[in-house]
């Protein structure tokens, strides 16, 4: 019987064990490398120097750059207050910006300032990070902190940050290099305690120390598909010198330390109306990296982290605004979804007032909100599409209060 012959490439007859990979079709075969070379023909005949659409995307240099008034501007479309948290950001984008144009012609190299935000949950904080997004010539990618784990143990290693940069800009790597990147519930990796343990904390500590060579800037390798790094896997290698890293948390329990500092950082004979001056209602303001540091962060990862900004929480006029003003407000949204059904709903202002008055007491912020909306809305959702007319829908202040009370709100709030 013959012996079968190894397969080879159709176009250079190299055999498949002188290749990389060889991709059989029904035909005939090709090889990696005549696969490139032919794609570098394809490009050349797009005319000279011609880019891909990820690269022309993404081309800081061929786009006009906004400023941070007009950045600004365009998160007050979208985002209630936060006044200060929106400066911090657009400043923060305009720099990185001219990072990435600056060209080295002296010994002055423009190094990044990564942020760190404070705020309650429902403030703000990830919505921010999602409109900057759409407005962004960079790519842009958000991740969770609360997945990853020091490298060795059951979880995500830090790198599947850069995995999520990557695909995001189409496995782009000079795209991904000058990338923005969100963490997300930056809090939750804290350390446990100030006092050494025998056990490693793998997702809290372990995870901020991982982080460190990130944050600053080196060359990482990156599994392409996130996860778990094995060693017969490709690696791809990021330079992380340019990418802007921010980060967010709600630090639940940080104005408790930040009232102890303040009530005991005055030496010296002062008089009790200078100690009043601080406004006890919002003491997030007055956060720094030494309450950070008390929370849990480690001093080298503050040390990276240099800009620290908060987001105020959201008093009632926030709330209705945030109901009815942002291009996506709550009640946009749900008019939305009704027309759909050709109904047209209206919300009566003295009932939007009672969804406020109800959503503050809850202190979940933005996200307090849906729920109130949710459970107003519910009935209707689920009869309206079957009946048999369509027109218009009121909600009344009589019908969410009943609406309200049938969800047993306050007998679960109370509980």
Same mark, same amino acid.
């Given at each position: 019987?013959?012996?079968?012959?190894?397969?080879?490439c159709?176009f250079?007859?190299r055999?498949?064990?002188? %290749?990389?990979?060889?991709?059989?079709?029904?035909?005939?075969n090709?090889?990696?490398d005549?696969v490139?070379?032919?794609?570098?023909?394809?490009?050349?005949?797009?005319?000279?120097g011609?880019?891909?659409?990820?690269?022309?995307?993404?081309?800081?240099?061929?786009?006009?750059?906004?400023?941070?008034?007009?950045?600004?501007?365009?998160?007050?479309?979208y985002?209630?207050?936060?006044?200060?948290?929106?400066?911090?950001?657009?400043?923060?984008?305009?720099?990185? #910006?001219k990072?990435?144009?600056?060209?080295?012609? @002296?010994?002055?190299?423009?190094?990044?300032?990564?942020?760190?935000? %404070?705020?309650?949950?429902? !403030?703000?904080?990830?919505?921010?990070?999602?409109?900057v997004?759409?407005?962004?010539?960079?790519?842009?990618?958000?991740?969770?902190?609360?997945?990853?784990?020091?490298?060795?143990?059951?979880?995500?290693?830090?790198?599947?940050?850069?995995?999520?940069?990557?695909?995001?800009?189409? #496995?782009d790597?000079?795209?991904?290099?000058?990338?923005?990147?969100?963490? *997300?519930e930056? @809090?939750?990796?804290?350390?446990?305690?100030?006092?050494?343990?025998?056990?490693?904390d793998?997702?809290?500590?372990?995870?901020?120390?991982?982080?460190?060579?990130l944050?600053?800037?080196s060359?990482?390798?990156?599994?392409?598909?996130?996860?778990?790094?094995?060693?017969?896997?490709?690696?791809?290698?990021?330079?992380?010198?340019?990418?802007l890293?921010?980060?967010?948390?709600a630090?639940?329990?940080?104005?408790?330390?930040?009232?102890?500092?303040?009530? !005991?950082?005055?030496?010296?004979?002062?008089?009790?109306?200078?100690?009043?001056?601080?406004?006890?209602?919002?003491?997030?303001?007055?956060?720094?990296?030494?309450?950070l540091?008390?929370f849990g962060?480690?001093?080298? &990862?503050?040390?990276?982290?240099?800009? %620290?900004?908060? &987001?105020?929480?959201?008093?009632?006029?926030? &709330?209705?605004r945030i109901? !009815?003003?942002p291009?996506?407000?709550?009640?946009?949204?749900?008019?939305?979804?009704?027309?759909?059904?050709?109904? *047209?709903?209206?919300v009566?202002? @003295?009932?939007?007032?009672?969804?406020?008055?109800?959503?503050?007491? #809850?202190?979940?912020?933005?996200r307090?909100?849906?729920?109130?909306?949710?459970?107003?809305?519910?009935?209707?959702?689920?009869?309206?599409?079957?009946?048999?007319?369509?027109?218009?829908?009121?909600?009344?202040?009589?019908?969410?209060?009943?609406?309200?009370?049938?969800?047993?709100?306050?007998?679960?709030?109370?509980?």
């Open positions: 019987m013959a012996k079968k012959s190894s397969p080879f159709s250079c007859g055999a498949e064990q002188e %290749v990389e990979l060889l991709i059989t079709g029904v035909h005939g090709i090889c990696n005549c490139r070379q032919a794609n570098s023909i394809i490009v050349d005949s797009n005319g000279e011609a880019v891909s659409h990820t690269q022309a995307k993404y081309d800081v240099s061929q786009h006009k750059i906004l400023k941070p008034k007009e950045i600004a501007a365009f998160m007050d479309q985002i209630i207050g936060q006044d200060d948290a929106k400066k911090v950001m657009a400043v923060a984008m305009y720099n990185h #910006y990072r990435l144009k600056h060209v080295v012609e @002296d010994d002055v190299e423009i190094e990044k300032s990564n942020i760190i935000m %404070v705020g309650e949950t429902g !403030t703000g904080k990830t919505l921010i990070a999602k409109t997004a759409r407005i962004l010539q960079v790519p842009f990618a958000i991740a969770d902190a609360t997945v990853f784990t020091q490298a060795g143990y059951v979880g995500e290693d830090v790198e599947s940050i850069l995995t999520r940069l990557l695909q995001a800009c189409d #496995y790597v000079d795209a991904a290099q000058q990338g923005i990147v969100y963490i *997300d930056i @809090d939750k990796i804290g350390r446990k305690s100030d006092n050494p343990s025998i056990t490693r793998v997702s809290g500590e372990g995870v901020q120390q991982s982080l460190l060579k944050l600053e800037g060359e990482v390798l990156v599994p392409p598909q996130g996860g778990r790094k094995h060693p017969d896997q490709k690696m791809i290698k990021i330079n992380t010198q340019n990418i890293f921010i980060c967010g948390g630090f639940e329990g940080i104005d408790k330390m930040i009232a102890r500092r303040i009530e !005991t950082s005055s030496i010296g004979f002062k008089s009790p109306t200078e100690k009043n001056k601080f406004d006890r209602s919002n003491l997030l303001q007055y956060v720094n990296a030494q309450d540091r008390a962060l480690i001093p080298e &990862l503050l040390g990276r982290l240099p800009v %620290v900004t908060y &987001l105020n929480p959201l008093d009632k006029d926030a &709330l209705k109901l !009815t003003e291009k996506n407000a709550l009640i946009r949204q749900y008019k939305r979804l009704f027309e759909y059904e050709n109904i *047209d709903l209206k009566d202002e @003295d009932a939007l007032e009672y969804m406020v008055d109800k959503a503050y007491t #809850y202190k979940l912020g933005g307090g909100l849906r729920t109130i909306c949710e459970m107003i809305l519910t009935d209707a959702m689920f009869e309206l599409p079957s009946a048999e007319h369509n027109g218009n829908f009121t909600i009344t202040l009589d019908y969410a209060k009943e609406k309200l009370e049938k969800s047993k709100l306050d007998i679960l709030r109370s509980a």
